[in-house]
């Protein structure tokens, strides 16, 4: 456990929106500002704990709040990092000029290829089998998959039959939307929300970020609805300029992704779907795993 930087009760300001049930606050400590995150059971310390670690890690190599103090409450993890004042892309992208635009490429793939140099050997293609085995299983308790059985079972079968080889094991960010970012004044990016797992690749990153921009997962709230809103039209532009640009560096930068690239943006889309609980935007993550196209065999 680190040092107590500041008071472990400090005063609470607001609930801020959190994840996995851990509750998230922003907190004041005399005149400075952090975010204090509580783990949400004892059962989801040992992740918690990990969730740390890699914040920690990640730190060092791309911009996230840094992890101040840690400490356990009763039964409760919890750690304080630093409060980041920042836009969201929704609000910040629309304003950019056009000339703008390439600058926030290039703020979104410099910290992937930071990712990249961490690489250590391959991910196991075990892994991937897991895991799409077990989302056979939860995608068909999903209340809504009756709707789409033929189309998601043949997806399913597809990416097992894939060999997952040559995956490169890296340090990630594990849920690089543009949900989870925060976009200062000077239009530099940081990265929240980290998401641990075994599937560590920027590889996974980078599929995760096209898929979202593609799909308009991220913006849902103003993209999937069909109404003429100059906001929607300049965002889904914006979005689509933005994954066509990430998606011509990363695959010049790693030429074989290019071919593992639609399975790999399958295989990030459909994760979402065990937990998704309305019927609609069931059918708006299909539509976007439908517009992937094939998923071809690689090697």
Not at 144 to 168: K, M, S, V
Request: negative net charge; proline residues 5%; aromatic residues 8%.
């Amino acid at each position: 456990m680190t040092a107590h930087l500041i008071d472990i009760n400090p005063q609470h300001v607001r609930t801020l929106t959190g994840h996995s049930g851990c509750s998230v606050s922003l907190c004041l400590d005399g005149d400075r500002y952090f975010v204090r995150k509580v783990s949400a059971s004892p059962a989801y310390n040992a992740r918690f704990r990990l969730q740390i670690e890699k914040q920690n890690a990640l730190a060092d190599v791309i911009a996230t709040p840094r992890v101040l103090q840690q400490g356990e409450a009763g039964d409760l993890l919890w750690y304080d990092m630093e409060y980041v004042q920042g836009h969201g892309f929704v609000s910040f992208a629309p304003l950019q000029a056009v000339a703008s635009i390439p600058a926030m490429v290039e703020r979104l793939t410099d910290p992937l290829h930071r990712l990249s140099a961490t690489v250590s050997g391959s991910l196991d293609p075990a892994l991937f089998h897991a895991k799409i085995a077990e989302l056979k299983t939860s995608i068909a308790k999903s209340p809504f998959y009756d709707t789409e059985p033929q189309f998601l079972d043949a997806l399913l079968e597809q990416l097992a039959a894939q060999a997952w080889t040559g995956i490169p094991q890296t340090l990630c960010h594990g849920d690089l939307t543009v949900e989870n970012m925060l976009i200062r004044d000077n239009g530099s990016i940081v990265f929240i929300d980290l998401l641990d797992g075994n599937l560590e690749s920027v590889w996974m990153d980078v599929a995760k970020l096209i898929q979202d921009l593609e799909s308009g997962w991220s913006l849902r709230s103003i993209l999937w609805h069909d109404r003429p809103d100059p906001t929607a039209k300049l965002l889904r532009t914006i979005s689509r300029y933005l994954a066509e640009e990430v998606t011509s560096q990363m695959t010049g930068f790693f030429p074989k992704l290019d071919a593992a690239l639609p399975s790999l943006r399958a295989l990030q889309a459909l994760r979402v779907l065990p937990y998704v609980r309305d019927a609609t935007i069931f059918s708006r993550v299909v539509s976007g795993l439908r517009r992937i196209g094939s998923i071809e065999a690689y090697a």
